[in-house]
């Protein structure tokens, strides 16, 4: 059992430090603020943070005296902020620090429903004019969703799962605080057709099911999700954001929990069938599994929200969650200790303080909302699960090119339409730490622009019994440049053909990129191999390599030395990258953390110089040397393996690679043993016309095949080694 207790030490030591954060609104000295105080995000940092101090101001576990600040004060603070909250609202007598008043907005919604746990919690402690206010902000954000709100859906155009979901969830919120509001019964009906378009997929527009009278099919706007659960939000294929999904119904099952209310049928609609993609996607210490990446600070926000998604799993689906809940503590606790101060990012994210002091208290305020929301919850109820969700061993969808194959020793993904796209991952089932999205493993092209990102310009995929294969094109381009007139610099076609093996251990790949007009590279990294080497491992890694081993510091310890390791390398006896041909691996040393927020032309194309994680890079081949490329001209080329498993099975797999002989020389290959004793090759033909190839003694596992290769395909072949 996880006491509530261990998530009351955190929200103490945070509210130590949090203390440099807090602002005091002169011409209203009884209001208060954490962070900036500004309009949108600076609102829900506040009421973030106030659920943090409200909670722990009547959690009777903490000893404030260790804290060196009076109870007493933290629950001043907490009333302070939540009155800032209310009276900056335009329902309020105040407004924001930026001049503004909140509210009235698709998104006003999800911080009241972040805080509502915490005001609960001091429901008692609110005087009568706190309690008027209270209700007269939510009636009539309610009654602009009422009345105001247009429900929209979409599956690439207006995704709006999360905020459909916390839109219903403060309208049956409303019901349920003030069941006399004149349209109490209308914000239910409403709500529960915001819940039916929330987790909303294609097959439900003609979906029978009954919620509270109302048929899914007749209150279908659109689809949020693809019939996959998966979730295009922001463009991609996003994880983070169907966690947050699960969060916001979190936050309104346990309200009515606590107050023995029978819930919309309708909130959980199509829960568990999103929660098995989830919880497959997930380590088993708690780390999300992000196979469609993320543009944002790493392991921050949409992970922290996995907590309260936890708590809904275990309390109505009686789902154990056990081991991701105490995994996640251990890692939060990893990095809080390494702060030093209470804060819970700040040795990672402390360049934010000068570059946006708004992102700084905003993530710090999530993660302090989630142990809140914990804190509360677990010293309320008894959160306990005793079932284990199947896992979901393989899955695919077509839309984002997006394939994961999940085995008790390796996990392999890719993913076309991805963040920072495409990436790829080989991963050893069990080390969540080695997890980096950022193109990995499908190599970077950077031009003298400040933006470098890659245009899909098609893919293809299939799987089979214990693996898969995907291929494809993609079109690397350049933005944001100081010349005026110039727009965007599209240097290079990426051709990759990646393959999963049928023997839960390796994968292959072939990868070529071509100029696509007369462009200026700055650098490239063939492969991109991103390797954590962080607060979470302990900031060391320990390698192997052709011809040599290596303990290496990374974070702010790192040397900066890049190294050649040869043709093989393996990390801490996990997972190894073998490559074939003339090329030698290169270990790129970044002299500080380079992980950034993925950066949006218009919007941050400032230098920021910093990142929110370490990464070792393995490439090959690899250049920093600026240069032109003629269109067509060869920028380079690479067919690489990778093995979940020690140094000794990377270095066997090195001695056993080759080449397939007599192709045509658009058609390349890689010949590989896998771990299960038999050959495996692939073939890639990176012209645009199909053409004829003999192999003899082969089996076709990944497609039919006729001695004839299609243009752009890729074929992965077994042979027998008997």
């Known amino acids: 059992m996880i006491s509530y207790k261990e998530y009351s030490r955190f929200l103490a030591g945070w509210i130590r430090d949090a203390q440099q954060h807090l602002y005091v609104i002169p011409e209203r000295p009884e209001l208060m603020c954490y962070g900036p105080g500004y309009n949108s995000w600076g609102v829900q940092t506040n009421q973030k943070a106030f659920s943090a101090f409200a909670v722990a101001a009547v959690d009777p576990s903490i000893n404030w005296d260790l804290e060196g600040i009076e109870?007493?004060?933290?629950?001043?603070?907490?009333?302070?902020?939540?009155?800032?909250?209310?009276?900056?609202?335009?329902?309020?007598?105040?407004?924001?620090?930026?001049?503004?008043?909140?509210?009235?907005?698709?998104?006003?919604?999800?911080?009241?429903e972040r805080m509502m746990h915490a005001v609960e919690a001091v429901w008692d402690y609110l005087t009568e004019e706190d309690h008027k206010l209270l209700r007269k902000v939510l009636i009539s954000e309610v009654d602009w969703l009422l009345n105001e709100y247009e429900i929209v859906a979409g599956l690439i155009e207006n995704n709006k799962p999360e905020s459909n979901i916390w839109n219903g969830?403060?309208?049956?919120?409303?019901?349920?605080?003030?069941?006399?509001?004149?349209?109490?019964?209308?914000?239910?009906?409403?709500?529960?057709?915001?819940?039916?378009?929330?987790?909303?997929?294609?097959?439900?527009?003609?979906?029978?099911?009954?919620?509270?009278?109302?048929?899914?099919?007749?209150?279908?706007?659109?689809?949020?999700?693809?019939?996959?659960?998966?979730?295009?939000?922001?463009?991609?294929?996003?994880?983070?954001y169907m966690v947050i999904c699960l969060s916001n119904i979190a936050m309104l099952h346990f309200s009515l929990k606590a107050r023995r209310a029978k819930a919309p049928e309708?909130?959980?609609?199509?829960?568990?069938?999103?929660?098995?993609?989830?919880?497959?996607c997930t380590f088993e210490d708690g780390r999300l599994w992000r196979i469609g990446g993320d543009t944002r600070v790493r392991y921050s926000y949409c992970q922290d929200y996995a907590l309260p998604m936890w708590a809904l799993m275990q309390d109505k689906y009686d789902e154990d969650c056990t081991g991701f809940e105490k995994g996640w503590l251990e890692i939060l606790k990893t990095e809080t200790v390494y702060n030093g101060d209470g804060s819970f990012l700040s040795s990672r994210i402390d360049y934010l303080k000068d570059l946006s002091p708004l992102y700084y208290t905003r993530l710090e305020s999530d993660r302090a909302n989630v142990i809140s929301m914990m804190a509360y919850w677990r010293r309320m109820y008894d959160l306990s699960g005793s079932k284990k969700c199947e896992e979901i061993t393989s899955w695919y969808d077509s839309y984002h090119g997006s394939v994961m194959e999940k085995e008790k020793n390796r996990l392999a993904s890719f993913t076309w339409i991805s963040a920072e796209r495409p990436q790829a991952m080989c991963l050893k089932r069990g080390i969540s730490s080695l997890a980096e999205w950022r193109y990995n493993l499908t190599g970077a092209i950077r031009g003298i622009g400040v933006i470098h990102d890659c245009r899909v310009l098609s893919h293809e995929e299939k799987l089979f019994e214990g693996g898969f294969i995907t291929y494809g094109k993609v079109m690397s381009e350049s933005q944001g440049f100081v010349s005026e007139g110039q727009n965007i610099d599209r240097q290079a076609v990426k051709m990759?053909?990646?393959?999963?093996?049928?023997?839960?251990?390796?994968?292959?790949?072939?990868?070529?990129?071509?100029?696509?007009?007369?462009?200026?590279?700055?650098?490239?990294?063939?492969?991109?191999?991103?390797?954590?080497?962080?607060?979470?491992?302990?900031?060391?890694?320990?390698?192997?390599?052709?011809?040599?081993?290596?303990?290496?510091?990374?974070?702010?310890?790192?040397?900066?030395?890049?190294?050649?390791?040869?043709?093989?390398?393996?990390?801490?006896?996990?997972?190894?990258?073998?490559?074939?041909?003339?090329?030698?691996?290169?270990?790129?040393?970044?002299?500080?953390?380079?992980?950034?927020?993925?950066?949006?032309?218009?919007?941050?194309?400032?230098?920021?110089?910093?990142?929110?994680?370490?990464?070792?890079?393995?490439?090959?081949?690899?250049?920093?040397?600026?240069?032109?490329?003629?269109?067509?001209?060869?920028?380079?080329?690479?067919?690489?393996?990778?093995?979940?498993?020690?140094?000794?099975?990377?270095?066997?797999?090195?001695?056993?690679?080759?080449?397939?002989?007599?192709?045509?020389?658009?058609?390349?290959?890689?010949?590989?043993?896998?771990?299960?004793?038999?050959?495996?090759?692939?073939?890639?033909?990176?012209?645009?016309?199909c053409l004829e190839v003999e192999i003899p003694d082969a089996v076709c596992i990944s497609d039919d095949f006729e001695k004839r290769i299609g243009a752009g395909q890729a074929l992965l072949f077994e042979r027998s080694t008997k």
């Open 496 to 689: 990759i053909a990646f393959a999963a093996l049928p023997d839960d251990a390796t994968v292959i790949s072939i990868q070529k990129a071509v100029a696509a007009n007369r462009t200026l590279i700055d650098s490239y990294k063939g492969i991109l191999w991103n390797i954590p080497n962080d607060i979470f491992n302990g900031t060391v890694r320990r390698y192997k390599y052709d011809g040599g081993s290596a303990i290496l510091k990374g974070a702010e310890k790192t040397d900066g030395k890049n190294r050649k390791a040869g043709k093989w390398l393996n990390v801490d006896d996990a997972i190894g990258i073998a490559v074939s041909g003339d090329l030698e691996l290169t270990m790129i040393r970044p002299e500080k953390r380079q992980i950034e927020i993925k950066r949006h032309l218009g919007k941050d194309s400032t230098d920021y110089g910093r990142g929110s994680l370490y990464c070792d890079e393995i490439a090959a081949p690899y250049s920093n040397e600026r240069k032109w490329y003629d269109r067509g001209e060869k920028v380079y080329e690479v067919s690489f393996a990778m093995v979940a498993g020690d140094a000794q099975k990377t270095k066997q797999c090195a001695e056993s690679m080759g080449e397939i002989e007599n192709l045509p020389e658009e058609v390349l290959s890689i010949s590989v043993t896998g771990q299960n004793g038999r050959e495996y090759f692939m073939l890639y033909n990176t012209s645009d016309a």
């Open 266 to 280: 309708a909130l959980y609609h199509n829960v568990y069938d999103l929660w098995k993609l989830i919880r497959s």
């Open 71 to 112: 109870k007493q004060k933290v629950l001043d603070q907490a009333l302070a902020m939540l009155r800032f909250s209310l009276e900056s609202h335009i329902e309020g007598s105040s407004c924001c620090t930026d001049g503004e008043k909140w509210g009235h907005t698709w998104i006003s919604a999800l911080g009241i």
């Open 169 to 240: 969830a403060i309208l049956s919120r409303t019901a349920l605080y003030y069941p006399d509001a004149p349209n109490a019964e209308r914000y239910k009906e409403k709500a529960t057709e915001f819940f039916i378009n929330g987790i909303s997929i294609e097959d439900d527009v003609n979906n029978e099911k009954v919620y509270d009278g109302k048929k899914v099919k007749d209150a279908f706007v659109g689809a949020n999700f693809f019939n996959s659960f998966a979730c295009n939000h922001h463009r991609y294929m996003n994880v983070g």
